[in-house]
């Protein structure tokens, strides 16, 4: 099973600022089979980045994908105050697919 | 629009069975070449993928829960099943049901989920 670890676990920033949120991968992931989602209170994940870098449908051109092997990244160009949540990364190279524990970004 | 909702008991007891079914809205769950999931969160393990249903009725469940899972289609009700037996205080979650494209797929459609607490 690949184990996937994102850091930090929390960034502190204030809107307007960039993010950086990390996912490294206790393997190298085959393909470019990364997935981002943001998860908001009481809300379900939702589906931000697919195969490392392609944005899903309705997501702002500030949120962007990259990475390969085992280290991946997600950034948020402009912190906007809705983009205030929780981010996990998934892998879907590997059977079972996994989700990282999560990174928390909170208004500063 | 795709929607799923999850319902079933919100309490179960220890060593019974879970019983959860994802209704789908906005499109058939025979039309298209989809599969669908189950993945639970809570705060002691995060999020799990538990197994997924692809249209055909073919399954795949994640190795750590496979002896206790059972994933089944109801075609007629355009629904979907979860069914995890010998729960216990481990099992505690928010379960979501959620659709994926192909079996190692991310997944692009969510239900709300529903909080399931396993006590006596």
């Known amino acids: 099973e690949v184990e996937l670890t994102q850091s930090p676990g929390t960034l502190s920033l204030s809107p307007g600022e960039r993010a950086t949120l990390s996912c490294r991968a206790s393997q190298s992931i085959s393909g470019h089979y990364l997935a981002w989602y943001q998860q908001k209170p009481g809300q379900a994940p939702r589906l931000l980045i697919y195969d490392v870098s392609s944005r899903a449908a309705g997501i702002p051109d500030r949120f962007s994908g990259s990475g390969s092997g085992t280290d991946f990244t997600l950034t948020i160009s402009r912190l906007a105050p809705e983009d205030f949540a929780v981010y996990y990364c998934?892998?879907?190279?590997?059977?079972?697919?996994?989700f990282g524990q999560g990174t928390k970004v909170e208004i500063k | 629009q795709l929607q799923l909702q999850e319902s079933g008991p919100g309490l179960v007891k220890p060593s019974e069975t879970l019983s959860l079914t994802c209704t789908l809205s906005g499109a058939s769950i025979s039309s298209s070449n989809y599969y669908w999931g189950w993945i639970r969160q809570s705060p002691g393990k995060g999020l799990e993928w538990i197994g997924s249903i692809h249209y055909s009725g073919s399954t795949s469940y994640n190795p750590s829960l496979k002896s206790r899972v059972t994933i089944s289609l109801d075609r007629s009700k355009n629904q979907f099943s979860l069914q995890l037996t010998s729960v216990t205080a481990a099992d505690t979650a928010v379960y979501y049901c959620a659709r994926h494209w192909w079996l190692e797929s991310y997944f692009d459609y969510w239900g709300q989920g529903t909080l399931v607490a396993v006590s006596s």
């Open positions: 998934q892998q879907y190279g590997s059977s079972p697919k996994t």
